[in-house]
């Protein structure tokens, strides 16, 4: 087998936290990308047989809550967006049980805010929740509670929700799947000359400001939140993937230990400046 950079850690991992954005899971007019869909809990559930746990965190409750309602954009106000979420998280969930069910595994749904994982008993229960799930056998699958998430307890976005996932269940990788390839020395969008970065020494400013630039207009992150919970997830020591969401069966070349995306090595070292 092929050794990755990650000196191997990512293709041993054990435990996964899965992280799909909302570009991976939708069309431009929010509906669900049912085939996307399809093939990456196929290929999640194959790689839950050969042995490993699974903990997805996903995106798309308010994109597909958008799409649902036939909204002409995602809204903007608190109230459209939590009672698009409400309508969204309802959708994603029944796709994604469905399709876990279809290879025998039961899904489990685990709705979180940033006020629950920073209180001490709260998020006790949290961890013992999560860990109790994946005994049994069961697939989390984590989302920001956003129809009663606001300013003060919110996350923001499921980037950081995932490194903050994968740090409270104590996973050994951490991967995002995103709409582009990897971090880039420069926006691909915009630099033609812009190369992928396969492996990440350190994040430092010059890192930052080549991940600079919005994400989509149907998600919320972009490549800054994903460096900065790549930063949440390598400073405890798990190693952290960003790639490309478009085709999930190179998620099993990631896990033969082939390179794949970006790779943030778990003792990825901290920029002075943070
Ligand atoms: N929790 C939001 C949703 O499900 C997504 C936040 C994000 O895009 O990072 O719609």
Redo the contacts with the bound molecule.
């Keep these: 087998m092929p050794l990755d950079a990650g000196g191997n850690a990512i293709s041993q991992a054990h435990r996964i936290v899965v992280k799909v ?2 570009s991976t899971l939708t069309y431009e007019n929010g509906r669900l990308n049912l085939r996307r869909i399809e093939t990456l809990v196929r290929v999640l559930s194959d790689i839950k047989n050969s042995g490993r746990e699974i903990i997805l965190v ?6 597909v809550g958008t799409g649902q309602l036939g909204l002409k954009e995602r809204p903007r106000d608190t109230a459209g967006k939590q009672a698009a ?1 409400a309508v ?2 309802c959708e994603l969930m029944y796709s994604y049980d469905k399709q876990f069910s279809t290879y025998g595994h039961v899904t489990a749904q685990v709705l979180l805010t940033r006020d629950v994982v920073e209180d001490g008993h709260r998020k006790d229960n949290v961890v013992n929740t999560i860990s109790r799930l994946l005994e049994y056998g069961a697939v989390p699958i984590v ?2 509670n ?1 129809t009663v998430a606001v300013e003060e307890i919110e996350f923001g ?3 950081t929700l995932s490194a903050i996932v994968a740090v409270l269940s104590h996973a050994d990788a951490l991967v995002m799947l995103t709409d582009i390839d990897g971090l880039y020395t420069a926006d691909p969008r915009s630099h033609a000359d812009a190369r992928l970065i396969p492996v990440v020494a350190a994040i430092d400013d010059t890192l930052r400001g080549a991940a600079s630039g919005a994400g989509s207009s149907r ?3 972009g490549m800054i939140t994903k460096l900065n919970a790549a930063e949440i997830a390598t400073g405890a020591g798990i190693p952290t993937v960003i790639m490309n969401g478009a085709n999930p069966r190179r998620l099993y070349d990631l896990f033969d230990g082939e390179p794949v995306g970006t790779l943030f090595p778990g003792h990825c070292p901290h920029s002075p400046d943070k």
């Design positions: 954005g909302t996903t995106s798309g409750a308010i994109g979420a969204g998280q989302n920001e956003d976005d499921n980037d998600g919320t992150g």
